[in-house]
């Protein structure tokens, strides 16, 4: 393989394997979400006859930017220049195509597009935008259509059973997450998140209002209404830190769950819940934590070759391993070649007596730490 290719290697596993696969099939884990079958890469002929320029702006300028499918997302927001040549020099190696050697051309950028696209509201003045317009009809349509046709969202996200399973589940989006928190995220996800699989979609600010709306609208048709006394009355964010943290207590959530680094990596970190998810969420998540399953953290079972059962979350994939944390902590890497049995499970890791062991009150303890978890600036 070439240095370059090297180079696009992991970036194709983070990004592109959902769908086009781990060796470039096409039959990636979202493939068979999706209307348009997503191209098969590791194909010859079908490589072949393309020019690098061709891979190239498919890549940067998404299927729409090409007059293809809008299922495949842009990724010109997220990329570098190079990166991107990157990715086509990986796409050729997966192809086995060794005819069309490629080469970065002079002068690309080496710096990913970190700054925002396009000037967006600020939070504070986006808040006072939505309360006054927020459940327009006409904007809530509108946002519907981008997300279905027009920005790949539909690609990577189910609403009601349809739709790609590569991020979470959005039919519910408006329970979830708060305005402000979706405003800012859809708007560039790498700001908050800079790992993250979820590419910048390059939304303009009308866009990312329109598409706010919409997912807003999507709220909880039977929110349990006897938990409703947890949210009445609030709690004491101070002991509500010390049950989370307490090791030898009955929460211990920082077993699993880290806030600004503290604590452990088995659960998602909990650093801004308080800024991007609503309280009824919160609530939810600890007392019937497989409602939802985070995105990223579903559980996995493995079944060895040797007979030997493992459960963990998927932390990572490529063509010949898997690696995996426990719900202890520990890291384990499995070669596919041991792999009998592979599926993913509809479970939590995250215990689901916590409504048992603990009371009313030092829920809503927990709950009032939760909410003084805010994103910086
Ligand atoms: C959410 C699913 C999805 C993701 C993620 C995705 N693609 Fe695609 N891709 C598609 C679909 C669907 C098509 C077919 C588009 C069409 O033919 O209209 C496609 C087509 C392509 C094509 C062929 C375009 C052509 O000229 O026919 C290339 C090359 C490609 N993708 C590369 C990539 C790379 C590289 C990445 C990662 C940076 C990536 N894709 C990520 C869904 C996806
Ligand atoms: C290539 C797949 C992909 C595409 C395309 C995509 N998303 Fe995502 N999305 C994800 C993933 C993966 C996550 C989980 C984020 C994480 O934790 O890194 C996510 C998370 C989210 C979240 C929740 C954020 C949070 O705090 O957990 C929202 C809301 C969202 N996406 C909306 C959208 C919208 C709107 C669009 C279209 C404009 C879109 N997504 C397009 C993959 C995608
Ligand atoms: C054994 C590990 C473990 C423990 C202990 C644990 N969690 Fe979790 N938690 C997880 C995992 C794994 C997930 C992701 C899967 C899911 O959504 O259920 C999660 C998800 C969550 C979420 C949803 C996050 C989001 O943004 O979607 C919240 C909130 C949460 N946990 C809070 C807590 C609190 C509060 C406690 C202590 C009372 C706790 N957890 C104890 C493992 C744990």
Redesign the pocket.
């Known amino acids: 393989m070439s240095s370059l290719a090297m180079q696009g290697r992991p970036l194709f596993l983070h990004y592109c394997a959902a769908c086009h696969g781990v060796t470039g099939d096409g039959d990636g884990y979202n493939a068979e979400q999706l209307e348009k079958e997503p191209a098969e890469l590791s194909n010859e002929k079908f490589i072949g006859k393309k020019k690098d320029s061709q891979i190239y702006r498919v890549i940067k300028f998404g299927g729409l930017g090409v007059k293809k499918s809008h299922l495949m997302p842009v990724f010109g927001h997220t990329l570098s220049e190079e990166e991107i040549w990157s990715l086509v020099a990986y796409v050729r190696y997966l192809a086995e195509d060794d005819d069309h050697p490629v080469t970065v051309p002079a002068d690309v950028s080496k710096t990913r597009p970190a700054s925002l696209p396009l000037a967006h509201d600020s939070v504070e003045s986006f808040s006072e935008w939505f309360l006054k317009n927020g459940t327009d009809s006409t904007l809530i349509s509108k946002g519907e259509k981008l997300f279905r046709k027009k920005k790949s969202c539909y690609a990577c996200h189910q609403l009601d059973d349809e739709g790609g399973v590569v991020g979470?589940d959005l039919s519910r989006a408006g329970f979830?997450y708060t305005p402000e928190w979706i405003f800012r995220w859809i708007g560039n996800p790498q700001k908050v998140k800079p790992e993250s699989r979820m590419p910048n979609l390059g939304l303009n600010n009308e866009e990312c209002r329109a598409i706010t709306a919409f997912l807003v609208s999507l709220q909880e048709p039977e929110f349990n209404k006897k938990w409703q006394g947890y949210l009445d009355s609030p709690g004491d964010a101070v002991q509500g830190e010390k049950?989370?943290f307490d090791a030898e207590g009955k929460?211990?959530?920082?077993?699993?769950?880290a806030v600004n680094d503290r604590g452990?990596k088995?659960?998602?970190p909990?650093s801004f819940?308080g800024t991007?998810?609503t309280k009824a969420?919160?609530l939810e998540?600890?007392l019937k934590?497989?409602?939802?399953?985070?995105?990223g953290?579903?559980?996995v079972l493995i079944l060895t070759k040797k007979g030997k059962f493992i459960t963990g979350?998927k932390l990572n994939e490529d063509d010949s391993s898997v690696d995996l944390i426990d719900?202890?902590g520990t890291s384990l890497h499995i070669l596919k070649n041991d792999i009998k049995r592979f599926k993913t499970q509809k479970i939590?890791?995250?215990?689901g007596n916590?409504k048992d062991i603990?009371t009313e009150e030092e829920?809503r303890h927990?709950?009032a730490?939760?909410a003084t978890l805010k994103i910086q600036n």
Do not use: D, W
């Not at 939590?348 to 215990?351: A, D, E, V, Y």
């Open positions: 979470p979830y049950i989370f929460a211990n959530c920082g077993k699993c769950h452990g088995v659960g998602p909990l819940v991007s998810r969420f919160l998540s600890i934590p497989k409602a939802v399953i985070t995105s953290y579903s559980s979350i719900k202890e939590s890791i995250m215990p916590f603990l829920i927990l709950l730490y939760l």
